[in-house]
């Protein structure tokens, strides 16, 4: 494996560990100041972000909806190569009002240097629409 799949593969586990722990200051640190993110479709999460502040709004926004746990990401798999990486998993929380919430993610990411310069986030939007934000 080249050092830069390496990289990539450990940005990856950086950004699992810190959603699971809720360490927010280490998903920080997971991505470059001039990311680019992006949610498919049209619901209120979705949409574009440039820079990790604008990124890091949207995520905060996901916990207005998610209980004190925010959201359980399990690894289904993952592929890489190179400077890019996708992660398929199962993500598990509850809203606020106390209603499970279970969705698949499929996120693609471009790492240099350690840290996320581009991340792609693919979901069941449906789902958050009759779900997430129902309550």
Avoid: W
């Avoid at 699992?16 to 280490?26: C, H, M, P, V, Y």
């Amino acid at each position: 494996m080249d050092d830069r799949s390496r990289a990539t593969h450990a940005a990856l586990d950086r950004f699992l560990k810190a959603i699971n722990t809720r360490d927010f200051e280490a998903f920080a640190e997971c991505l470059d100041p001039n990311v680019q993110f992006h949610m498919i479709g049209s619901t209120v999460l979705s949409g574009s972000a440039d820079g990790r502040d604008a990124m890091l709004a949207v995520v905060g926004r996901v916990g207005e909806y998610t209980d004190e746990n925010f959201i359980q990401l399990e690894e289904l798999d993952r592929v890489v190569s190179g400077d890019r990486g996708v992660l398929r998993s199962r993500g598990r929380a509850y809203t606020k009002h106390g209603r499970p919430y279970e969705n698949t993610y499929c996120h693609l990411v471009r790492v240099e240097s350690g840290r996320f310069t581009e991340f792609v986030e693919y979901l069941d939007t449906d789902l958050i629409r009759r779900v997430l934000v129902a309550d």
